[in-house]
């Protein structure tokens, strides 16, 4: 998840994905898609569901919501599985009503922005005042309330059409080894506390404020208690995938299934199964020196065998190249910096606000579209416009920002400032929706496109055969 800088707040709204950590990490989301497209199980149990990523992992697999058994104990998953469950209702959740929860559900129209309002409820109570980032975030979350809500909102549908149907229970993970001992034709995925005082030392402000008596009381969980727990679930006829954080609390006859190493001062994280398995998987840490170098377009033939690609960058890099290709521009404000590239070369450096899609937006946000300038191709920047708008630079987008995966757009918008009525690199490509004469010259323009279903490769000869790029 991306950290919360203290420069988001002269925005105005802290980012939903700094709001609710904790979501299982893409590759054990892929592990677990890919165990579970071996064979058809009837059902798939996640006891400890968190935020609902394995979930939807599971969904993309091919199971329906209804063949999903989920449960926790925190109040977040909570709220979200008895709204997810069609046996049961919030109500039975027995919240114990207070002013700030008032606060943030007295707009609700729906159910779907009251769970929201829960939500944000809880995650403001969470946030404590123990430094200053957390002492603005509280205030941004309580001033910035109406923006927050309709970011939670839209994604809560979007999770509602994947999910919606699914089975969930108020339980301990301890609760259900006796059905998976006992049940075949059955996948699990087991996320196990993983410090002294388990799931206790995890309930927060939230749940004593909202939900006082509400969770079950559980006993200590000591780091030992991980392979007790594995070790009689040895011999279980469910196929069961785990989650460990020590190599000794691998109990024999477990398969080492994957291996991620996280760093020197981070444990190594195994994923294990109680059945062989002929795939292995392993991750080295990124390299805290590492360089995104990229060598500048050298006017070289672009043809319709170019590869045409974007690779998104840290902040800090955009801005370099952005500053690069057009000095002195000043700060752009971007969430995201994306670069264009053609056969490996920089051709061009797009900004976008990308987080106004987790608040329902269907429009994919261009901050900026910078292009370098060349003598061969005077019209370049047309080409990197018009891979902007079509589906293969969604999905590419997608695979890189991982927290795109559940939100899509059907439009890319822009506001440029131009002398003419019409920025002469869009005509045909963006169609104008808005338009307002400055006082002193030129021209403010809103424009709009439709997302293409065209390939990168088809925007290439298009851009080509129209002559734009000579």
Request: hydrophobic share 35%; charged share 25%; glycine share 8%.
């Amino acid at each position: 998840m991306r950290c919360l800088s203290r420069s988001h707040y002269s925005k105005g709204v802290a980012q939903f994905n700094t709001l609710f950590l904790g979501v299982s990490k893409a590759e054990r989301r892929g592990i677990v898609k890919s165990w579970l497209e071996r064979r058809e199980y009837k059902t798939f149990e996640d006891p400890s569901v968190g935020t609902y990523a394995v979930a939807i992992a599971a969904i993309r697999a091919g199971y329906k919501p209804g063949q999903l058994i989920t449960g926790d104990l925190s109040l977040l998953s909570s709220i979200l599985g008895y709204y997810l469950d069609p046996y049961h209702s919030l109500d039975e959740l027995h919240l114990t009503p207070t002013e700030e929860m008032d606060y943030f559900t007295k707009t609700a129209r729906d159910e779907e922005e009251y769970v929201a309002g829960l939500l944000l409820c809880a995650k403001y109570f969470d946030t404590p005042t123990s430094n200053l980032y957390n002492v603005r975030l509280k205030g941004n979350i309580w001033k910035e309330r109406d923006a927050h809500l309709l970011s939670l909102t839209g994604q809560i549908r979007a999770l509602s059409s994947a999910c919606k149907g699914l089975t969930y229970e108020v339980q301990d993970v301890r609760q259900v080894v006796s059905r998976l001992m006992e049940q075949d034709d059955r996948a699990c995925w087991l996320s196990l506390p993983t410090v002294k005082g388990g799931y206790t030392k995890q309930f927060q402000e939230s749940e004593l404020r909202m939900w006082h008596g509400g969770f079950l009381a559980t006993a200590d969980w000591r780091p030992t208690d991980t392979f007790d727990y594995l070790l009689n679930l040895t011999e279980a006829k469910t196929d069961i995938l785990a989650i460990v954080y020590d190599e000794d609390h691998i109990p024999d006859g477990w398969d080492r299934i994957a291996a991620f190493d996280r760093g020197p001062k981070a444990p190594t994280e195994y994923i294990i199964s109680n059945r062989p398995w002929e795939r292995r998987y392993t991750r080295a840490p990124r390299s805290a020196k590492q360089r995104f170098y990229y060598e500048l377009f050298d006017e070289h033939e672009i043809t319709p065998e170019s590869v045409l690609s974007f690779r998104l960058v840290p902040s800090a890099v955009g801005e370099y190249y952005r500053d690069l290709l057009v000095h002195k521009m000043g700060p752009s404000g971007a969430y995201d910096y994306i670069l264009a590239l053609i056969d490996g070369q920089i051709i061009g450096i797009v900004g976008s606000m990308t987080s106004d899609l987790y608040r329902g937006w269907e429009t994919f946000p261009v901050n900026f579209a910078t292009c370098l300038t060349s003598k061969r191709y005077p019209k370049l920047g047309r080409l990197i416009r018009l891979a902007l708008t079509t589906t293969d630079f969604r999905l590419e987008l997608k695979t890189q920002i991982r927290a795109l995966e559940t939100y899509t757009w059907t439009r890319v918008g822009q506001t440029t400032f131009c002398a003419g009525p019409t920025p002469s690199q869009d005509r045909g490509i963006f169609k104008v929706v808005e338009r307002t004469k400055l006082k002193g010259g030129g021209y403010k323009v809103r424009l709009y496109s439709d997302v293409r279903e065209m390939t990168y490769k088809e925007a290439i000869e298009r851009w080509l055969q129209s002559g734009k790029g000579a």
